[in-house]
């Protein structure tokens, strides 16, 4: 079954970097796009990043632009999203997902992470 597994989250100072990483299993890893969502307490799920299969076409919600950015390693079944400039507002538990095709919507992800936090003090 397919499996997606966060890593990297943790407590950074504004202004600090973090590197998240989601290693997929189950699934032909480089057929698929990839997308990072975030849920801060009280708040929706909502879109961060997303990359297509061949790591051609990346999309970014407005908040993260020039900040963030996603990669992909087929070889290694891997996502990442490099986090720079952090603010306390990126403060949120982070998720990625996969789905055949490039998307910036929750729903349209079929299969998602369990979450890892990253923390932003300011």
């Known amino acids: 079954q397919v499996q997606l597994v966060e890593s990297g989250g943790g407590s950074v100072q504004a202004g600090g970097s973090l590197r998240l990483s989601c290693a997929a299993s189950g699934l032909t890893f480089r057929s698929y796009a990839m997308g990072w969502f975030r849920q801060a307490p009280g708040k929706e799920r909502e879109f961060v990043a997303a990359?297509?299969?061949?790591?051609?076409?990346?999309y970014y919600t407005d908040s993260v632009k020039g900040r963030f950015t996603i990669s992909r390693d087929n070889a290694k079944s891997t996502v990442y999203l490099q986090m720079t400039s952090l603010k306390p507002e990126d403060t949120a538990v982070y998720y990625c997902?996969?789905?055949?095709?490039?998307?910036?919507?929750?729903?349209?992800?079929?299969?998602w992470g369990q979450g890892t936090q990253v923390t932003v003090s300011s």
């Open positions: 997902a996969v789905r055949g095709i490039i998307s910036t919507k929750n729903n349209d992800y079929p299969y």
């Open positions: 990359i297509s299969w061949s790591g051609g076409i990346t």
